[in-house]
């Protein structure tokens, strides 16, 4: 194989060695039952119970408003399903962005269908939502908010604190945030942004891949939809997933351990890419905030190319990389969240999105900035489409 340089750790991140080796004995000899009364079982549970002690303190809440799930798709459909269909008598309306991930934005398509009423609030052109649009959105009838704190295509940090200010200024409802992108790359206190229930995903932070937790704060009315045994104090039935339990909360560990170091050398080589490309591009332009964005996370338009041809040529050089659009049935469909700044559409599709990790080096960086000008160059003059 040839030697990989992984930039699209916004898509998924390698597993964590130290992530492993905690997984290892609940995928071997620790196998048990973490409902069983014999020490296996009871085994299985310590270390359930010491995993949820941690992401709670990484999170500052308490251990029981943590719920274990599947990942980040889970979380969020249970979040605004669970708050949705429990809640209803107080009222149907929902708020949230246009720009979420589809895991927030075909649940509140469902729950529209089911008679619910939702308002998907407008963002600028650096991707941030206006807490002045969320309170003139906010009705007597509101029953949740759900905006995600950090944009997973254009890397936008998301005003949190000050959009859960407007809520509880104008309104009972609750509020929600997907923290899958954010997590473990910025501040994601519970205590400190004021949301009440909030998502995340292992494996965006060096974790596996099919957990995650849903924080719900106490007193939040949730209606549970996995239904059977009485697991995470009947809000999630289904045998807990041990390993991936215990993986979830060592990721978490060392994201917080390693953070300040990370984050200081993801800023620096995300910076470098910023500037290389827009230096050695002609009609490149970065999307997403340029200040407050993820420290991972660079975002580019280039005029007249297609992102997924881009993609190819970058995969053939052992690069790999994303972009928002997504190709259906033959037709590019280019990504929500750029057509959501108010790009164009032949202009949505050039989009790139470089994500760096912590395994990273400069020298990565320093392939892509020497490739890529190249390939945009030679994707301009073979397939021209319009400059819109
Ligand atoms: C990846 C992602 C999800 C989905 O998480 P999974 O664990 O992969 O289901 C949800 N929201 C955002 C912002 C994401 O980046």
Redesign the pocket.
């Known amino acids: 194989m040839m030697p990989m340089v992984y930039l699209d750790h916004?898509?998924?991140t390698p597993l964590d060695p130290e992530v492993l080796q905690a997984m290892m004995p609940y995928l071997t000899e620790e196998f048990g039952n973490a409902s069983s009364v014999y020490s296996l079982g009871q085994r299985a549970r310590q270390a359930i119970d010491q995993a949820r002690d941690e992401v709670a303190a990484f999170y500052g809440v308490e251990a029981r408003e943590v719920i274990f799930t599947?990942?980040?798709?889970?979380?969020?459909n249970f979040a605004l399903r669970g708050i949705a269909y429990r809640n209803a008598d107080r009222g149907r309306h929902v708020i949230t962005s246009t720009i979420?991930?589809?895991?927030?934005l075909r649940t509140v398509d469902a729950l529209e269908r089911d008679g619910f009423e939702v308002t998907r609030l407008r963002v600028d052109r650096l991707g941030l939502v206006d807490p002045d649009d969320l309170r003139r959105a906010l009705r007597p009838d509101t029953i949740l908010v759900s905006i995600?704190?950090?944009?997973?295509e254009i890397g936008t940090i998301e005003p949190i604190a000050d959009l859960v200010a407007v809520t509880r200024e104008h309104s009972d409802a609750y509020f929600h945030t997907?923290?899958?992108?954010s997590t473990g790359k910025i501040g994601t206190r519970v205590d400190e942004l004021g949301v009440d229930l909030l998502?995340m995903?292992?494996?965006?932070l060096h974790g596996p891949?099919?957990?995650?937790c849903l924080v719900v704060r106490s007193g939040v009315r949730l209606e549970p939809f996995i239904l059977g045994g009485g697991h995470e104090r009947n809000r999630r039935a289904g045998t807990e997933n041990v390993a991936g339990i215990a993986g979830l909360a060592k990721a978490v560990s060392i994201a917080q351990r390693d953070m300040e170091k990370n984050v200081a050398q993801l800023t620096s080589l995300r910076d470098r890419l910023l500037e290389g490309v827009l230096d050695r591009i002609p009609a490149a332009e970065i999307t997403g905030h340029p200040a407050k964005r993820l420290p991972h996370h660079a975002s580019f338009l280039f005029q007249a190319v297609e992102g997924e041809s881009l993609l190819l040529q970058l995969d053939m050089e052992g690069i790999a990389a994303s972009s928002g659009s997504a190709c259906t049935s033959g037709s590019l469909e280019p990504s929500h969240v750029i057509l959501a700044l108010g790009y164009p559409r032949e202009r949505a599709l050039g989009s790139l999105r470089l994500s760096v990790g912590k395994d990273n080096t400069q020298a990565d960086v320093e392939l892509v900035l020497e490739r890529l000008p190249d390939m945009v160059a030679r994707l301009r003059a073979m397939a021209p489409i319009s400059a819109a």
């Open positions: 916004s898509a998924t599947s990942g980040g798709t889970e979380g969020d979420e991930h589809d895991a927030v995600m704190h950090a944009n997973n997907d923290a899958v992108q998502s995903s292992a494996h965006k891949k099919g957990v995650g």
